[in-house]
Structure formats: structure tokens, C-alpha cells
């Protein structure tokens, strides 16, 4: 059974730093794309992230945040710098069997999620 597990969400001021972890368990993921996504009060799940054959970011997110695996640990990492109030959500680790450009930006390619981590960027 696939379990992913988010940790490292919290408050942090406007301009700070986070950096999110996704532990992952039950297959071996090499050749899973990763994803982050996000989902702010009232608004839809988007993507933020994926690491798979390739990186990819939300173009809301570039230059700021950075994706990062650690297959041999089974890790999956985001660093979030300049976050902005709007970055405001909680964040969702999501794996699917599958690697490539070009794949993988929308929710419902992805099979295993985690249980989410609450940011919140105060002003």
C-alpha cells in the first residue's frame, strides 16, 4: 500500500522560507513522478510542482519554489522562498507510476496522495 506522508508546513512571515517534506512508502519510486499541489479555502487543488524524468513548476511559483527527490531515501522535497500571502494553502504530495515531459499537471493523473500540510504566509 502507497502512503505518502507531508510534514514542514507552518506560519511564516511574507518573504520567509519553508521547506516541505513527503515521505513515501510502500513501492519503490524511481520511476513515480512526484507532484506537489495546493488548495487554498474556496479555490480548486492546483499544481504547484512535479519531479519526474523532468521538473516542472506553476508558473506562480517559479523562481521561488524548488522540487527535489531523494530516491534512495524515498523523499520528496519543496523549498519555498519569497512566499507571498497568496502562497497561503495547504499542500498536497501526490505520486503517480509514470515519468516525462509534458505529463502529469492535473489532479487526476495522480493515484496516491498524502493527508496535506497547512501553510499560511502572514503580511
Known amino acids: 500500500q502507497v502512503q505518502l506522508v507531508e510534514s514542514g508546513g507552518g506560519l511564516v512571515q511574507a518573504g520567509g522560507s519553508l521547506r516541505l517534506s513527503c515521505a513515501a512508502s510502500?513501492?519503490?519510486?524511481?520511476?513515480?513522478?512526484m507532484g506537489w499541489f495546493r488548495q487554498a479555502p474556496g479555490k480548486e487543488r492546483e499544481f504547484v510542482a512535479k519531479?519526474?524524468?523532468?521538473?516542472d513548476y506553476a508558473d506562480s511559483v517559479k523562481g521561488r519554489f524548488t522540487i527535489s527527490r531523494d530516491n534512495a531515501k524515498n523523499m520528496v522535497y519543496l523549498q519555498m522562498n519569497s512566499l507571498k500571502p497568496e502562497d497561503t494553502a495547504v499542500y498536497y504530495c501526490?505520486?503517480?507510476?509514470?515519468?516525462?515531459?509534458?505529463?502529469?499537471?492535473?489532479?487526476?493523473?495522480?493515484?496516491?496522495w498524502g493527508q496535506g500540510t497547512q501553510v499560511t504566509v502572514s503580511s
Open positions: 501526490a505520486a503517480v507510476r509514470g515519468i516525462g515531459s509534458g505529463r502529469f499537471y492535473t489532479r487526476d493523473q495522480y493515484d496516491y
Open positions: 519531479s519526474g524524468g523532468s521538473t
Open positions: 510502500g513501492r519503490t519510486f524511481t520511476w513515480y513522478t
